[in-house]
């Protein structure tokens, strides 16, 4: 007796493939997600993190958040390359394997005016949606977020550090605003995380006061 070989049916592999692509979701819930995974792992060494984009005209600016998910930490800016994103891709895949990164925090321009070296919202989700096209990226979840949420206590902390490396060395104001923009991711995934860490917080008081 020959036993009929099981075909998988078309929407299977599709619902397989919309499991595995890179996709977006809100900001809160990426975060939720990110704690509930690591919740479930014993070593901080197994815990995973975010890393944060600011696409500028010519350079990446990362940043890569420690195993607690607290602390923002600025990595070294890599060259866009426009016309080979299979090769930032690779780039990706990297910083992803060594820093077990689950999700992306993309710096997203609401504000009209935008600084110089910047990108419109536009162009960044261009950008995004080229990443997505490379298809190497498929489980990757990523969100959105805006500088704008970035507390005033780190801008100022920020700005004291830099202008006394700068004095110090006696670097130009150019150079001064290079150093400023290196940061600049650190300063948008930090924002995330507080905002993120605060509102989860501030949701588990009220559960408990409703359900005391």
Sequence with gaps: MVRERRRSSPNAAADLDLKQKMKYVKPLKLYRELIKKNVMKSKPSEWHRLLCLDICNKYLHLAVSNPENTISMPLRPIHRHEHDMDLMADKFQTLISKHRVMGFIVRYPYKLILDKGKLD???????????????????????????????????????????LICNHLNLPEEVSQEIMDKFYASRVLQGYLDCAKMTVEVDKEEDKLDNP
Excluded: I, P
């Design 121 to 163: 919202g536009a162009e960044v989700e261009n950008f995004v949606y080229s990443m997505y096209k490379t298809r190497q990226l498929r489980g990757l979840e990523y969100t959105y977020w805006d500088d704008c949420f970035s507390s005033m206590n780190m801008d100022l902390v920020l700005n004291h550090h830099v202008d």
